[in-house]
C-alpha cells in the first residue's frame, strides 16, 4: 500500500542553524501539508500545498518557515534559523480526496 | 472557541471489552468530515476512520466505529473488543469546506489515552 515517507525520523540541530524536513507524498495525491506537534500536545496545522504554490498557512508559519516542492516527488519544509520552540514532530500529510488524509511517520526535531 | 473537544484526557478498558471515545465539534458549515487518528508510542499517525457530514450511515472499518450524532454534533469512536495494542493516543480531528483561498485542513483535539488492560 502506497504511504507517506519522511526523513530523517530524527534531527537533532542546534539553536540558529537552518534545518531541512523531508517528504515523499503518495504519488498520485495533489494537496500536501505539513502539521507540527509539541510534545504531549495536539497536532496543530502549519501549512497546505497545491499546485505548486501555499494554499493556507497558519499563525505559526512565520518568516522563518518556507516549503518548496523541489521535484515532481519531494516535499520539504525548512526552517531557517531554528529556535528552541521550534522543538517538535513535523509530520507531513498528502491527499486525493476529501475523505483521506495520510500522515507520514513524522521527523522528529530536536533543537538545543 | 475549541472546534473539537475530547474531553477524556484518559481511558482505561479491559482487553476483549468495548470503550467509546468522545469527540464533539463546532462548526457551521454544512460540509465537514471528521476523522479519527491513532497515535502509538512509536509516534506515527494512523488513519482510523472516516465519516463525512452527508453520509447517512455510520462509518465502520473492522473493529472501529463511529457514533455519528449530528444534532449533538458528536463524533465517537467505539472501539469493540479491546487488544493489548489499541493502547496509544487517540485523535478526533475535523476538515471543514476550505474557505475562499484555504485549504482541507485538519483540525485536532487534544486526544484521550487509551489504555488496554489484561
Known amino acids: 500500500e502506497p504511504e507517506v515517507t519522511q526523513t530523517p525520523s530524527h534531527q537533532v540541530t542546534q539553536m540558529g542553524q537552518e534545518v531541512i524536513l523531508r517528504c515523499v507524498p503518495i504519488?498520485?495525491?495533489?494537496?500536501f501539508y505539513w502539521y507540527r506537534q509539541i510534545l504531549g500536545q495536539k497536532v496543530e496545522f502549519l501549512v497546505s500545498?497545491?499546485?505548486?504554490?501555499?494554499?493556507?498557512k497558519s499563525e505559526i508559519f512565520d518568516d522563518q518557515f518556507s516549503v518548496e516542492r523541489p521535484d515532481g516527488s519531494n516535499f520539504t519544509l525548512k526552517i531557517r534559523s531554528t529556535k528552541l520552540e521550534d522543538s517538535a514532530m513535523y509530520f507531513c500529510?498528502?491527499?486525493?480526496?476529501?475523505?483521506?488524509?495520510?500522515f507520514g511517520p513524522g521527523t522528529r526535531l530536536t533543537v538545543t | 472557541a475549541q472546534k473539537i473537544t475530547q474531553t477524556q484526557p484518559g481511558m482505561f478498558v479491559q482487553e476483549k471489552e468495548a470503550v467509546t471515545l468522545d469527540c464533539t465539534y463546532d462548526?457551521?458549515?454544512?460540509?465537514?468530515?471528521l476523522f479519527w487518528y491513532k497515535q502509538p508510542s512509536s509516534g506515527e499517525m494512523i488513519f482510523l476512520i472516516y465519516?463525512?457530514?452527508?453520509?447517512?450511515q455510520n462509518a465502520t472499518e473492522g473493529r472501529y466505529s463511529l457514533n455519528f450524532q449530528k444534532a449533538r454534533k458528536s463524533a465517537n469512536l467505539v472501539i469493540s473488543a479491546s487488544q493489548l495494542g489499541d493502547s496509544a493516543m487517540y485523535f478526533c480531528?475535523?476538515?471543514?469546506?476550505?474557505?475562499?483561498?484555504?485549504?482541507?485542513?485538519?483540525?485536532f483535539g487534544k486526544g484521550t489515552k487509551l489504555t488496554v488492560n489484561p
Open positions: 500545498f497545491y499546485n505548486n504554490e501555499i494554499s493556507e
Open positions: 500529510a498528502s491527499t486525493a480526496r476529501p475523505y483521506e488524509q495520510y
Open positions: 462548526t457551521s458549515d454544512p460540509s465537514y468530515g
Open positions: 480531528a475535523m476538515r471543514e469546506a476550505p474557505r475562499q483561498g484555504g485549504s482541507e485542513k485538519l483540525v
Open positions: 504519488s498520485n495525491h495533489l494537496y
Open positions: 465519516q463525512g457530514s452527508y453520509d447517512q
